[in-house]
């Protein structure tokens, strides 16, 4: 089973980031406020921000370890990456997005995962069209088959609803749901949102101002919600 | 009407040549420093920006007169070619094609280095997470996102290669078959006496290829924002 251990701490502009936390199995929840350093330590896991100190590992192998000076390349990573925005390629088709990662990471062409994925995620009659005529729902949903895909060894997913109105929030959770039961992958899922989490998350690790202030079961949102709602 | 002269054929398939050669050789080139002028940072761009742009305010004599003496068989540069690739550049066509791209590299670098600069890098690192390596990332989504940008600076280099005279002329002289372009062909005619109908013809022609080489960047920039957009 892959677990994800990460200890790393970066000064970025005022804020003074120092994470600590691990995620096995399940979806494990990076929750709290915006600017609290989530989406910069879910980066910090992808490699496309390098961290002042501190060591991250999947499984037996070191992604980074500042004190060995290990720096594994994003591309090398095999991480998937859900952005908030999805982060469609504009240029290429809906098929040619979900098939980039396989592609570049020199994997064999899968016509049965291929299918799994866009039954589970819905996507099949979505194939032959552009990113830009698609609906934001529409778009995270192929993010994530396009994340999928690459058969990765850890899923991270910031903020995937943040840019989704009530409907189409409704739309995707169902999907998240049952990605994290059938996907045999550790998930970090990034929110500040208390509902989307109790959905989700199996583990909650809460972040406030770059710190890691309370980890543990979905209970500890009981607190969050009335701190956040206050 | 255009009852053209071998010689006059001779001047504008030599013109379409010379441009066409100097434009391809340019186009790896103005890839690489529109890359490096909007990518990085390091001590001497300013210098570098200012030395790309400086044939697009030079007098084009000024740049021939550089090219001959620095590239000419017995200029630093030319003499190690010739000797080291027998590769000659003075009086030939192949020199006319290097004052050609000289002249018509600024204007190429510029929509180049703009298309790459309004790039949204988010896309690549997203590229990069999904295991593309930096060259690979570079020519799946880079380069294809910056496609009207190049596609723009292709046709600017190519039209002002097309219409380059000064540089040319000081650097390759005007012999016809040669180095002898629309333009020195059009100068020349009118430098003797009963030229002017000649002249006149070589005229429509080049201004024929100008509209030509617009119509074509048009239809190519909008193929590239269909593929891009969708229709």
Redesign the interface.
């Known amino acids: 089973m892959s677990v994800l251990a990460v200890d790393v701490a970066k000064q970025l502009g005022a804020l003074d980031l120092r994470v600590r936390f691990e995620a096995a199995s399940g979806a494990t929840a990076l929750f709290g406020p915006s600017g609290a350093g989530k989406t910069s330590a879910v980066n910090m896991i ?3 921000l390098t961290p002042d100190r501190g060591s991250i590992a999947l499984d037996d192998e070191v992604l980074f370890d500042a004190a060995a000076g290990v720096n594994m ?9 859900v ?1 908030q ?1 999805g ?1 469609l ?3 290429l088709s809906v098929r040619q997005n979900l098939d ?2 396989r592609r ?3 994997l064999p062409r899968d016509p049965a995962q291929f299918e799994q994925i866009a039954a589970l995620l819905d996507i099949g009659p979505l194939l032959d ?2 990113p ?2 698609l609906s934001g729902g529409e778009r995270q949903r192929i993010a994530v088959g ?2 999928l895909l ?1 058969q990765p060894r850890l899923l991270l997913l910031d903020e995937p609803l943040a840019s989704l109105d009530a409907g189409h929030k409704r739309e995707i959770l169902p999907y998240l749901v049952r990605l994290r039961d059938d996907a045999k992958i550790p998930i970090v899922y990034v929110s500040h949102t208390p509902q989307e989490v109790r959905r989700i998350a199996t583990r909650v690790v809460r972040l406030d101002a770059g710190r890691v202030v309370a980890s543990g079961g979905v209970e500890l949102l009981k607190d969050a919600d009335a701190d956040l709602f206050a | 009407m255009l009852d053209l002269s071998p010689a006059d054929w001779t001047a504008v398939e030599l013109s379409l040549r010379i441009a066409l050669v100097a434009t391809a050789c340019a186009l790896p080139f103005g890839i690489t420093v529109g890359w490096v002028l909007a990518r990085t940072n390091f001590w001497g761009k300013t210098l570098l920006d200012g030395l790309v742009f400086l044939p697009l305010v030079m007098p084009p004599v000024v740049t021939g007169y550089l090219l001959l003496i620095s590239f000419g068989r017995k200029g630093p540069i030319g003499a190690f070619l010739y000797e080291h690739f027998g590769i000659v550049f003075s009086f030939r066509w192949t020199g006319a094609a290097l004052a050609c791209g000289v002249m018509g590299f600024p204007l190429m670098i510029r929509p180049i280095r703009l298309a790459l600069e309004a790039i949204d890098r ?2 690549e ?10 060259i ?2 570079f020519v ?2 880079t380069l ?2 910056a496609l009207p940008g190049v596609i723009a600076g292709v046709m600017l280099c190519f039209a002002r290669a097309l219409g380059e005279f000064g540089a040319t002329i000081t650097f390759v002289s005007n012999i016809p078959g040669e180095t002898q372009t629309i333009s020195a062909a059009i100068y020349t005619l009118t430098q003797v006496p009963g030229g002017d109908a000649a002249a006149g013809r070589l005229v429509l022609i080049a201004i024929a290829l100008a509209l030509a080489a617009l119509i074509a960047s048009e239809w190519l920039a909008r193929r590239a924002a269909i ?4 229709e």
Do not use: K
């Open positions: 992808a490699g496309l390349p994003p591309h090398r990573r095999r991480i998937g990456y952005f925005e982060r390629f504009p240029h980039y990662g570049m990471s020199g069209r552009r830009r005529l396009r994340a690459m | 988010r896309l690192d997203a590229a990069a997470t999904l295991g593309a390596n930096p690979r990332v799946t989504v294809p996102l593929r891009f957009h969708g």
